[in-house]
Every structure is written in C-alpha cells, then in structure tokens.
Nanobody, 119 residues
Framework: QVQLVESGGGLVQAGGSLRLACAAS????????MGWYRQAPGKQRELVAS???????DYVDSAKGRFTISRENAKNTVYLQMNSLRPEDTAVYYC?????????????WGQGTQVTVSS
C-alpha cells in the first residue's frame, strides 16, 4: 500500500523559512512526478510546486523565487524549501505523487501538514 508521509510544517513568522519533506513508502513502480499542493480555508487546492523524475519543475507564480522543490528519486522523497514566507502562504500542504499508467495516471496523496505564517 502506498503511503505519503509529510513532515516539517509548523508556525513561523512572516519572512521566515520552513522545509517540508515527504517520504513515499510501499512504492514498487516508478513515480513520474512528486510535488506539493496546498489548500487554505475557503479556497480550492492549488499546485505549489512539482518535479518530474528528470528534474522538470513547475511552480505557482506566487512561489517562484521563494520556494524550491527538490527530490531524491532513490528514496522516493520530495522536499519543499520555503523562504520569505507570507501570511497568505498559510494553508494545509499536501504531498502528491503521480504514477503513469496506460489509460489513466494514478494519483497518491499525503494526509497534509499545516503551515501557518503569522504577520
């Protein structure tokens, strides 16, 4: 059974930094893409950053220049270094992994970790 376990969330003041980590277990197949989504109260879940096995990345515009995603493929682990945090970054952050399959991809989600940025 695939499990994604996040760590590293917490409370930080505006301008501070946090590093999130997500370790995937039960993986017996290649993971094409790993990344992070977030959901703030009353808002839709949005992609924050993702990275493919080959290193291609995507970032939400508000994270560019402040957040950095990295990945250890051999360990099925993904990280999100978040710097210059803002109150609007407050949300539950979810780890996400995609397995490519013919016909339809399989998506896996972590339980989420709370990030709170105080002003």
């Amino acid at each position: 059974q695939v499990q994604l376990v996040e760590s590293g969330g917490g409370l930080v003041q505006a301008g501070g930094s946090l590093r999130l980590a997500c370790a995937a277990s039960g993986i017996t197949f290649p993971i094409h893409r790993m990344g992070w989504y977030r959901q703030a109260p009353g808002k839709q879940r949005e992609l924050v950053a993702s990275m493919t096995t080959t290193g291609s990345t995507d970032y939400v515009d508000s994270a560019k220049g402040r957040f950095t995603i990295s990945r250890e493929n051999a360990k099925n682990t993904v990280y999100l270094q978040m710097n210059s945090l803002r109150p609007e970054d407050t949300a539950v952050y979810y780890c996400h992994a995609v397995r490519r399959r013919p016909g339809s991809d399989a998506n896996y989600w972590g339980q989420g970790t709370q990030v709170t940025v105080s002003s």
